[in-house]
């Protein structure tokens, strides 16, 4: 090998710890930016600190960015943080009612099982409002939802909870100011 030819730096299992943990602490300011924009910064930040520690070290690569929340503000300083995340809720509330209806499946299922093995018959249980009818003979397995209103009004509010938790809603009154 010459003398003008350089090996590759590779940081040791240490520097990459530190500089990971640096950036997951960085990731999580820049939470208020779209994610392919803090992808691509955080991208290229592990590229910069990496050739930057292969000239001066890790600790003084890092320390010389500065600390994670500092820079952060630098990269979000342009946008409102203050808004609300509709993306977030919608999300949320349609895992809610999704595992609300899938519970309510479940347990209809059980029951209607629970039924057959116990030689058939009818089973009638009122959830939130709703009658529910549970059948299981030799001939016939049916489920019956009497009055179903109720039950979708129920599975819609606590979805509609959901909602406002994980979109801060509450964070619309401080746009207007």
């Not at 350089?6 to 820049?30: C, H, I, K, M, N």
């Not at 949320?92 to 629970?114: K, N, P, W």
């Amino acid at each position: 090998m010459s003398a003008t030819t350089r090996t590759r730096y590779r940081p040791g299992v240490l520097d990459l710890a530190r500089r990971e943990s640096y950036l997951t602490r960085l990731d999580w300011g820049l939470r208020n930016l779209p994610s392919r924009e803090s992808r691509q910064i955080l991208r290229d930040l592990r590229r910069d600190v990496t050739a930057t520690a292969a000239d001066i070290g890790m600790r003084p690569a890092l320390s010389d960015l500065g600390t994670p929340v500092v820079l952060a503000e630098q990269y979000t300083a342009g946008i409102d943080p203050e808004g609300p995340r509709y993306g977030s809720g919608a999300i949320a509330a349609g895992a809610t009612g999704s595992a609300i209806v899938f519970l309510l499946l479940a347990y209809a299922i059980g029951s209607g099982q629970t039924l057959a093995a116990m030689g058939g018959g009818v089973r009638e249980v009122t959830l939130w409002g709703s009658q529910i009818i549970l059948t299981s003979r030799a001939d016939v397995d049916s489920l019956e939802i009497a009055n179903v209103l109720p039950l979708l009004l129920v599975i819609l509010a606590i979805s509609a909870v959901s909602f406002v938790l994980f979109a801060r809603i509450w964070r619309l009154r401080h746009r207007s100011r």
